[in-house]
């Protein structure tokens, strides 16, 4: 893997073979590998809470720029998986796109001791959901959200346990009324003048 470099302000933190872009240090401006049609490609990635600038190459020779609100890409995602050396993992955390090509990557590294508060910190600062990325590729999301809000499971208004404390049980177990007084049938008698 390819050492991380600072480009400008607040750029990412090195750590060994990875990197780490905080959070709290918005706007940020950094270079990454991101993927490309047939290799990973060097980028320029300009972020701040609103939107993202990518300035990448296109067939190694034409410059490109893509500039997007932060609301098209579809969270915050983490993927853990084994590294090809014995009991090492390596651990991801991405602007999860729907594009693979316009994935951005937060922080890479071999341990985990930070990735957890990163993750919600990111969620939390871009309004995105979180997202964990499963081995075989799929997309699961811990929490529910509506829009920029975090759903939480509803709660019942009343505890059924509290109405039976609450009322007399004789009203619980009231009958159907009948009619009161008696029934007048037939022809309706109408005064006019």
């Known amino acids: ?3 991380q470099t600072q480009q400008s ?3 990412p933190v090195e750590s060994g073979t990875g990197f780490r872009i905080d959070p ?3 706007p940020v401006r950094f270079q990454a590998d991101m993927a490309g049609a047939r290799a990973a490609v060097r980028a320029t990635v300009a972020m701040d809470g609103e939107r993202i600038v990518i300035d990448r190459t296109v067939g ?3 410059p490109l720029t893509i500039a997007m609100p932060i609301s098209d890409f579809k969270g915050v995602a983490v993927r853990i998986e084994p590294d090809v ?3 090492a993992i390596r651990a991801e955390l991405v602007l999860y796109h729907a594009d693979p090509a316009l994935r951005v990557p937060l922080m890479v590294a071999d341990r985990v001791d930070d990735l957890a508060a990163d993750w919600q910190a990111w969620g939390r600062i871009l309004c995105l959901p979180l997202l964990i990325v499963e081995p ?3 997309i699961s999301c811990p929490a529910q959200r509506l829009g ?3 759903v939480d499971p509803s709660q019942p208004r ?3 346990s509290m109405l039976g404390k609450r009322r007399p049980r004789i009203l619980m177990r009231r009958k159907k009324g009948g009619t009161v007084g008696p029934v007048i049938e037939g022809r309706e008698i109408i005064a006019r003048d």
């Open 158 to 160: 009343r505890r059924r």
């Open 24 to 26: 709290q240090s918005l």
């Open 60 to 62: 190694g020779c034409k």
């Open 136 to 138: 075989d590729g799929r």
């Open 85 to 87: 050396t014995a009991g």
């Open 148 to 150: 920029r809000l975090p």
């Open 9 to 11: 302000e607040a750029g």
């Open 1 to 3: 893997m390819r050492r």
